[in-house]
């Protein structure tokens, strides 16, 4: 049996289609703590975080300004392919792509993995806390050092610093469309937690003046 992700694109059309293979089936465990991929959950976090700490000390080490900048490109590069790929499938059971239809148009789709009931939860709760973490924490370092160059008048350190922005930003957003679902529902999300907030403020205001 193959585990099947729910296949969400810009048609909002869904359908269940199989991504991994036999071997890599986690079926019949429960939903534990440990770190069930030690390997994934390390280059999650090694590629970023080593980008970050060169952006921070290279000008320590290398009076090269392009060798630092190469270097950091090519540790975002590769963080955004293991992130897109590997870390979000295997850690958290989400995962993000593009596809041309016959018609030529292009499709974003959005998976996120369906685990049966004779399955149970197959995603690691450490894993999880990993993943996120990584995840949101590094973008919103990218963004404080996208306003430090740019209030401190370092313009070239401001391309790597947007491709930092850029790339880990992506991530974040992709997953975050796998995690809650596409734009309509984000936007049905929003829709209903502001009405909430309004029925329950109408309601306060109502229950004080019968007060008085």
Request: proline share 2%; aromatic share 14%; charged share 20%.
């Amino acid at each position: 049996m193959n585990v099947c992700f729910s296949y969400q694109d810009s048609n909002d059309d869904t359908e269940d289609v199989s991504l991994f293979d036999a071997e890599e089936e986690t079926t019949n465990r429960p939903k534990k703590s440990r770190i069930r991929h030690p390997v994934a959950s390390f280059f999650h976090l090694f590629f970023r975080v080593s980008a970050i700490i060169v952006y921070l000390l290279c000008e320590l080490f290398s009076s090269s300004f392009i060798a630092c900048m190469v270097t950091i490109i090519l540790l975002l590069s590769c963080d955004f392919w293991a992130v897109k790929n590997v870390t979000g499938r295997l850690m958290v059971g989400l995962r993000w792509w593009n596809h041309i239809d016959e018609d030529g148009k292009s499709h974003w789709v959005f998976e996120s993995r369906k685990a049966s009931p004779q399955e149970g939860k197959t995603v690691s709760e450490a894993e999880s806390r990993i993943f996120w973490l990584g995840l949101v924490a590094c973008p919103v370092l990218w963004v404080v050092f996208a306003f430090s160059a740019l209030f401190s008048f370092r313009v070239k350190w401001l391309a790597v610093v947007i491709m930092g922005v850029v790339l880990q930003g992506a991530n974040l957003y992709g997953y975050i469309r796998c995690k809650v679902g596409s734009r309509k529902n984000l936007t049905s999300m929003a829709t209903t937690y502001l009405g909430r907030q309004f029925l329950r403020q109408t309601t306060g205001d109502t229950q004080t003046s019968s007060g008085e």
